[in-house]
């Protein structure tokens, strides 16, 4: 009889163990956005560098970056008309302006 209460006693010992309180902060992950305004046709983007992409007018066609310092340029017809090194901060939203 003390083997079976043992045994009980120790399997519902390690089942409730198991079971313990969990703590931990959950984030979003970071991120900040551009949008461009002013004359976008036939203009293309790159950030930091990277593979050039056609872009759209306006606040509502924001395009997602991470929280930091980039590096964009904005080419027209295959010219670079800007090339601006911006600071952007988690949540915030960039405006780059095209003339």
């Known amino acids: 009889m ?9 399997i519902a010992s390690i089942f409730l163990s198991g079971c313990g309180y969990k703590e931990g902060v959950v984030t979003a992950t970071q ?5 461009f305004t002013g004359n976008t046709n036939d203009t293309v983007v790159s950030v930091d560098g990277g593979k050039k992409f056609n872009i759209k007018t306006g606040a ?9 310092k980039h590096l ?3 080419y027209k017809d295959n010219r670079l008309i ?18």
């Open 2 to 10: 003390k083997k079976i209460i043992l045994t009980v006693g120790l």
């Open 31 to 35: 991120k900040s956005y551009l949008y």
């Open 60 to 68: 509502n066609n924001q395009y997602a970056v991470k929280p930091g």
């Open 72 to 74: 964009v340029e904005v």
């Open 82 to 99: 800007i090339k601006r090194e911006v600071f952007i901060s988690d949540g915030i939203s960039k405006e780059i302006e095209v003339k």
